[in-house]
């Protein structure tokens, strides 16, 4: 999703959600917008609402949530919620990551040899 390069965005998406609230769509953009300012705290607080307000669940939401949690180094929450998208919707670029975050934990778990020093 690509978003508007417009310094007014965070006001316009706001003002949204002061006339529809309980949007998960406009929380969920709100989200990904700070996702993609590097506030990932914050981006990760708005995505959950996003998804507490989604009367299903969806496939781009759970995977914007993996990929925050991706940029807090927590790659195991990453790719629980990765899975979850792929439940939902079959997706080459979600599979790719999933196989990706699999292998950085693999490379991060020791061996028995390493432990025995």
Partial sequence: ???????????????????????GAYID????YYYKKGDYDRALKELQRALENLKEEDAVIF??????YLKLGKTADALNYWQKSMAIEANPKVQEKIDAAKQQVTKSVPTPEQDVK
Avoid at 1 to 23: G, H, R, S, T, Y
Avoid at 29 to 32: A, D, H, N, T
Avoid at 63 to 68: F, K, L, Q, Y
Wanted: proline share 6%; hydrophobic share 50%; aromatic share 6%.
């Fill in 63 to 68: 995977e914007h949530i993996a990929d925050t």
């Fill in 29 to 32: 953009s709100l989200g990904w």
């Fill in 1 to 23: 999703m690509m978003l508007p390069q417009i310094p007014q965005f965070e006001a316009l998406m706001e003002k949204a959600l002061e006339l529809d609230a309980d949007n």
